[in-house]
């Protein structure tokens, strides 16, 4: 058995959070209601939020609701003390935003690209950055930290292992990040930001196991358990779009065959279209306007969502979740692609599993990943303690 010293700048630490946090979840609250919640005496928690408001991550404004007595001053969260940069680098694309302490979009940014080396994709990157943060406003303490999701294996000290869409093997991302900004930076894979973002942020806020599933140009699973984000042993959980659904299919950019983002992702969405006359040389956004026209276009996105049923299927029958979330760049074709999914998840999952679960549409389409990793920063920040 361990046993474990907790010294008092320590203790004093984990209070001032706990206040802060309490503060950030219940705005507007007074000081007693604190005290109530957290078990915590009233001097202890006078005396941290004292000190958050020399720190200028609270304020005060003018007297609450009476229970009997004099009317209570009231706490909120300052919001806008600082700002968190969160970076969405898919495939083919860069999604920047900059966000206030409360996860508010203040700024956004994105680009397309195709093909790009890693050296191109890294000077993209810091051009994007340096852009968000010439776009913070005036506060306390500027940008807190920089947020990245990316397609791919990342470990747990930010290095990206396994990229295989990419083509990126062994990449210390989090390092180079922080050796060009000097800020805090926090790598992590994009469905798990996803799910993240999707929980803190989203459809999934009620959910205590949830599923988000990334459907881009390759698919990749973020996973809520219990309300907290699970990872894994090492922190690899949710590469379920390189489970094989066919074992006699097509090789895959990951070395194995038949997986299935081969079949359901954007990636062979466009494949298929590009064998037909009508739609070949269309992005995912003119497929989906064709397909409000077009039954042949139409049938694509339907044999693409019974694809993606038969994943969403297993996913099912492994996690038994309250809450199945589809995002990414596919979010956007829910038209075409609810319906086939919905069918194939009713005529293939036991009942018991069907049994209180919803599948839905992320509301926050491509923004939930950069949420998500925005969060994380916002987060980190916040067990600071700044008072030295």
Not at 80 to 102: R, W
Request: charged share 20%; net charge negative; glycine share 12%.
């Amino acid at each position: 058995m361990t046993n474990h010293t907790w010294n008092q700048h320590v203790v004093k630490k984990g209070n001032k959070s706990l206040v802060l946090q309490h503060i950030k979840k219940n705005t507007p609250i007074s000081r007693a209601d604190i005290a109530k919640a957290t078990g915590l005496n009233k001097s202890t928690v006078s005396s941290l939020v004292s000190e958050l408001l020399e720190e200028n991550l609270i304020y005060e404004s003018g007297p609450g609701e009476s229970s009997g007595g004099r009317r209570p001053v009231m706490l909120y969260f300052n919001g806008q003390a600082g700002f968190s940069i969160g970076i969405d680098l898919g495939v083919n694309y860069l999604l920047g935003i900059l966000t206030d302490l409360n996860g508010k979009i203040i700024y956004e940014e994105k680009s397309y690209f195709s093909q790009l080396t890693f050296i191109e994709i890294e000077g993209r990157l810091f051009e994007l950055i340096n852009s968000l943060l010439q776009s913070t406003p005036s506060c306390t303490y500027g940008v807190i930290g920089i947020g990245i999701g990316v397609p791919g294996a990342v470990n747990k000290e930010g290095e990206i292992l396994h990229a295989p869409n990419l083509k990126w093997e062994n990449i210390k991302l989090k390092e180079i990040v922080e050796n060009q900004f000097s800020l805090p930076v926090t790598i992590e894979n994009e469905a798990n930001a996803g799910a993240y973002g999707e929980k803190r942020f989203g459809t999934g806020k009620e959910a205590e196991n949830l599923v988000y599933v990334s459907a881009g140009t390759g698919i990749g699973v973020g996973i809520i358990l219990n309300e907290s984000l699970y990872q894994g042993n090492n922190g690899f959980s949710g590469e379920m779009g390189h489970m094989t659904i066919d074992i006699n299919g097509p090789d895959c950019t990951c070395g194995n065959h038949g997986c299935w983002e081969l079949y359901a992702s954007e990636k062979a969405l466009l494949a298929k279209a590009g064998k037909l006359e009508i739609s070949r040389d269309l992005d995912l956004e003119g497929l989906i306007t064709l397909a409000g026209r077009h039954p042949e276009a139409a049938d694509l996105f339907k044999e693409i969502g019974m694809y993606l049923g038969v994943g969403i299927n297993s996913i099912i029958h492994t996690f038994n979740p309250d809450h199945v979330i589809i995002g990414n760049r596919l979010g956007s074709a829910k038209a075409f692609l609810e319906a086939p999914i919905l069918q194939y998840i009713k005529d293939h999952s036991h009942w018991f599993h069907q049994k209180d679960l919803q599948i839905s549409f992320s509301k926050n389409s491509t923004y939930a990943a950069a949420l998500g990793v925005t969060a994380f920063a916002v987060e980190n920040f916040l067990q600071i303690d700044l008072v030295n």
